[in-house]
Each structure stands twice: as C-alpha cells, then as structure tokens.
Nanobody
C-alpha cells in the first residue's frame, strides 16, 4: 500500500517562507511525475507545480519566481519551497505522485492528505 505524507504547513506572515515536504512510502517499482496542488475553501483543486523523475519542472503562473519544486529520488520525497508568500496562497496543499507498480503497464495516481498553509498577519 502506497502512502504520501505531507508536512511543513503552518501560519506565516505575508512575505514569509515555508517549505513543504511529501514522502512516499510502500511497495512500488518507481515514481514518475510528482506534484503539488492546492485548494482554497469553496474553490477547485488547482495545480501549483509538477516535476518529472528527470527533474523537469512546470509551474502555475501565479507562483512562478516565488515557489520552487524539487525532489530527492533516493528518498522518494518531493519538496515545495514557497517564498514571498501572499494571502492568496492560503489553501490546503496536496502532494500527488504517479506511481508505477511491479507488473503494471501504467502508473496510478496517489494523493496525500493535505497540509494547511495560511498566510496572514
């Protein structure tokens, strides 16, 4: 059974920084793309950033230049460094991973439970 466990959320003032982590555990062959999404109250879940197993990144325009996604393949962990945080970044942040199991012909999508980020004075 695969689990994604996020950590690092919290309350921060505007202009501050936070670093989110998400570690995958369980039995699987390999992890392909990993990513971060966020969902504000009453809104849909939106893409924040993704990263391939080879390190190619993609960002939503709203976070470009402020957020950095990275991963440590040896630790099956993805990170999101968030700088210059704004109140509109407040949301529940979820990590995701496309995971390939042994003998499988395609990858399955997994999600973490979410970690709250609140940007406020």
């Amino acid at each position: 059974q695969v689990q994604l466990v996020e950590s690092g959320g919290g309350l921060v003032q505007p202009g501050g920084s936070l670093r989110l982590s998400c570690a995958a555990s369980g039995s699987f062959l390999r992890i392909n793309d990993m990513g971060w999404y966020r969902q504000a109250p009453g809104k849909q879940r939106d893409l924040v950033a993704t990263i391939t197993s080879g390190g190619i990144t993609n960002y939503d325009d709203s976070v470009k230049g402020r957020f950095t996604i990275s991963r440590d393949n040896a630790k099956n962990t993805v990170y999101l460094q968030m700088n210059s945080l704004k109140p509109e970044d407040t949301a529940l942040y979820f990590c995701s991973a496309k995971i390939r199991h042994v003998f499988a012909t395609s990858s399955d999508d997994y999600w973490g439970q979410g970690t709250q980020v609140t940007v406020s004075f």
